[in-house]
């Protein structure tokens, strides 16, 4: 009986289920039938985002606390790409995302505003080009690299300039490509080259952008432009100037780099003036999507003061992208390329934090979900003194201006004249605590603006010229009527084979290179004291020995070679106090001769000096690594030493061995013209041949100073050829 009782309660509780699953099923039905435009719409009207809150970057003060570098708020014009995305899909306003992009680039450019332009297509005197060929042909440029040389000839003419200045090895050049980029990398030189497929990175940045839009890459520029002007997906207005057109594409392309996170808004413009964010704010309806943000921009209080030492930001460099992506960098974010800013970039960068936000229909922000802040990045401290480094930049400039003209240099210590040194374009001061070590100043003329590179879109093309592509032919003709050089334009600043003028002589003073711990220059009579210390410690003299400084001065170990005193007259009987106060040219190159007998007379003994330069930091001893120990990149040239010479000898024996076999002539002798650079269609047979006959030149070059030293032409010839 009870069992019977229980079935019809089963019954009732199934019908009980299906019930409430046909009212379920109807419910749905509704809300995606009936009321699926409603919901669609509500839902659009009410998007979460979450916006990134962009943290300051770490101060940088002097030993006392005092600014050098900080940050201030500025206010940017972002954009959202989805929100453009959303105008696209209504029917009724098919352009609606062209529109805005127009209207708000036209607004900005009204206002005079600079904008961010990083659209890969630029239109010169009706000539369309790449902006990605401009890239690696300025960087050729800059590093007189001839513009005909592809990815591996540049790479291998930046490494052979390197080994001839001592600062790789001549076997180095036998590395693994990988392995000699990771060696260039720690020397400090970064070339934008991919040597594993030897592209130039801005070649590999113009393939990924032309595949992302499915044009091909021997596309021209004109041609890639033109696709994408009169693409369906853009949907750009065939009535529009191609000025009009390009304006949208560089909106529509720098969300499209944003990848997938084209939800978050991609800044358009910095630093804005008021009235343009009045006017994006009563235009909000007409500009959906569009926004105004606060946000941090690294400023230099100081502007010009210690520039070469605190560096500079810049955006991520294209080889490095990937590496700053792993750790957590943005694509668009700002980072140290030279100075204090790049040696400290992981303690100066600071947390980026987020705020999740709702926003309406329109793109404006109705309501804040979530948020976490920034955390702005670490204060560094240097050990300069910023009253200090004003002294030393302000005598420094008024030394080189005034020594142009002869003009007098008056300071607090006395009033000092001397005569006119028109060719005085630059120089370097650098003041230490002798007690300690630590560096209290340092600076180098000419120098730059730091200000000029924190917002990139507001460095202009004038500076920038000024900076990385001077006009040389301009300064040349000035330089040689100023300084009376000797020597015409050509010779000064010759053109190379690219039609480019370049500056053989380093002539040009350049503003980004600081002179005091990258330029390499003859220490002049400032080594004099050092070559003292030599000779005293190896008792080639003594603090008592007298020499009879009659001016002219002469050895058995130096032929028929005479050489003077700089003052063109003798000092009479001199030691080494009085040497060093007149500066006397004879009394240091006798110590240096008994410096060499003393030692022996051999080869070895030619490193006298050299092993006491060493201690001092001037050069390195072969084998260890050059460094001073300061945090700022450095050049190290090498203080004479056997090794050093014979391997530049090796070397630069190029420059005159390569034009004699290409041209056939030799001093007397005269053969067939042979072209010993590699060539693609050379043969393999060709190619061992070539590589043979280098490789052979360069250890007979080698084997100077040794037992096998080849001494004839004769010999010579037929060494590099038999060997």
Partial sequence: ??????????????????????????????????????????????????????????????????LLAGNKNQFAVKISGDSLNKQDKDKDSKDGSNEIALNLINLLEKNGEEYVDEFPIYVENGKYFYTYDKEVND?????????????????????????????????DRDL??????????????????????????????????????????????REAFLKLRNSEKLGIDKNLSDADARKIMLVKDLIKSQGYSQYSPVTVAKNIKENTIAQIEENSINLPGVTVDSQ???????????????????????????????????????????????????????????????????????????????????TV????????????????????????????????????????????????????????????????????????FAIP????????????????????????????????????????????????????????????????????STFKPLTAVAGLMDGAITENDTVNDVGLWSSEYTGSQVLENFQKIGHGVTDVRKALEVSSNYFFYETAIRLYVK??????????????????????????????GIQIYENFGQTYNFVSWRKSLSENAKYTIVPALEAGVYEHYKFVPFDIKDISSDSDNLKILKTNLKNNIKETLLKVGTQEQISGQTEYANNIIDA
């Fill in 1 to 66: 009986m009870e069992e019977k009782k229980n079935i019809p309660r089963l019954d009732t509780i199934k019908k009980i289920v299906l019930v409430v699953f046909a009212v379920i099923l109807a419910k749905i039905l509704y809300l995606t039938t009936v009321k699926y435009q409603h919901y669609t719409e509500l839902a659009q009207s009410k998007t979460y985002k979450n916006l990134t809150i962009e943290a300051p970057r770490g101060e940088i003060r002097d030993r006392y606390g005092r």
């Fill in 139 to 171: 960087y050729k440029k800059e590093n007189n690299i001839p513009l005909k040389y592809n990815a591996k000839q540049t790479f291998y003419k930046i490494v052979d300039d390197l080994i001839a200045s001592g600062t790789l090895d001549s076997k």
């Fill in 176 to 221: 693994d490509p990988v392995d000699l980029q990771a060696k260039l990398n720690e020397k400090g030189y970064y070339p934008p080259i991919l040597v594993s497929k030897w592209l130039f990175t801005a070649q590999r940045d113009k393939y990924d952008w032309l595949e992302s839009y499915d044009i091909e890459k021997t596309d021209t520029a």
């Fill in 296 to 378: 941090p921009v690294r400023y230099y209080p100081n502007k010009e003061l210690a520039s070469h030492v605190l560096g500079y930001l810049g955006k991520i460099p294209s080889v490095k992208v990937d590496e700053y992506l792993e750790k957590g960098y943005n694509k668009d974010d700002m980072v140290g390329l030279s100075g204090i800013e790049k040696y400290y970039e992981e303690q100066l960068n600071g947390e980026d934090g987020y705020k999740q936000v709702q926003v309406d229909a329109f793109g404006r922000i109705s309501g804040e979900i979530d948020s976490k802040e920034p955390v702005s990045g670490d």
């Fill in 381 to 452: 401290y240097l050990s300069f003194d910023l009253e200090l480094q004003k002294v030393a930049q302000d005598a420094l400039k008024q030394v080189v201006t005034k020594a142009q003209s002869g003009a007098t240099l008056k300071s607090k210590l006395g009033d000092v004249s001397a005569s006119a040194v028109p060719k005085a374009k630059s120089g370097a001061i650098i003041a230490i605590d002798v007690k300690t070590g630590d560096t209290l100043a340092m600076a180098s003329y000419p120098d730059f603006d730091p200000n000029d």
């Fill in 457 to 524: 879109s507001e460095l202009s093309t004038e500076k920038y010229n000024e900076y990385f592509n001077p006009d040389l032919e301009s300064f040349g003709v000035k330089h040689i009527q100023s300084t009376g050089a000797r020597g015409t334009l050509d010779e000064l600043f010759p053109i190379n084979d690219d039609g480019v003028r370049i500056d053989k002589y380093d002539l040009y003073p350049r503003s980004m290179l600081n002179y005091a711990t990258q330029g390499f220059v003859p220490p002049g």
């Fill in 599 to 628: 030692n022996g007379a051999n080869i070895d003994a030619l490193n006298s000096i050299a092993r006491y330069a060493w201690k001092f930091g001037l050069g390195v001893e072969q084998g260890k690594t050059a460094s001073t």
